[in-house]
C-alpha cells in the first residue's frame, strides 16, 4: 500500500520561512510518472505548487518561482519544499501528490498559514 505522509507546515509571519516533507512508503520513486506539491487555499481549487516529472523536468507554479525550491532524496523517499520569503497568499493546506499510469496518489495535507 503506497501511503505519502507531510510535515512541516504551520505558523509563521510573512517573509518567513518554512520546509515541508513528504515521506512515501509502500513503493519507490521508480514508479512514479511525477511527484510533488499542490496547495488548495479555502474556497478554491487544489493547485500545481512544483512538483517533478519523471524525465528529470522541474515545474513551479508562477506565484512561488524565485522563493519556493522543490527537492527530492531518492534513498530516504523523501520529497521537500523549502519555501522562503512566504505571503499571505501562500496560506493554504499543502498536499503532496505522486502520479502514476493508472491512479494518483495524495497525502492528507499539512497547512501553512503565513500572518502579515
Known amino acids: 500500500q503506497v501511503t505519502l505522509v507531510e510535515s512541516g507546515g504551520g505558523l509563521v509571519q510573512a517573509g518567513g520561512s518554512l520546509r515541508l516533507s513528504c515521506s512515501v512508503s509502500?513503493?519507490?520513486?521508480?514508479?512514479?510518472?511525477?511527484i510533488g506539491w499542490y496547495r488548495q487555499a479555502p474556497g478554491k481549487e487544489r493547485d500545481v505548487v512544483a512538483k517533478?516529472?519523471?524525465?528529470?523536468?522541474?515545474n513551479y507554479a508562477d506565484s512561488v518561482k524565485g522563493r519556493f525550491t522543490i527537492s527530492r532524496d531518492n534513498a530516504k523517499n523523501q520529497v521537500y519544499l523549502q519555501m522562503n520569503s512566504l505571503k499571505p497568499e501562500d496560506t493554504a493546506v499543502y498536499y503532496c501528490?505522486?502520479?502514476?499510469?493508472?491512479?494518483?496518489?495524495w497525502g492528507q495535507g499539512t497547512q501553512v498559514t503565513v500572518s502579515s
Open positions: 501528490k505522486a502520479e502514476t499510469d493508472w491512479t494518483n496518489y
Open positions: 509502500g513503493t519507490t520513486f521508480v514508479g512514479f510518472n511525477a
Open positions: 517533478f516529472t519523471n524525465r528529470g523536468i522541474v
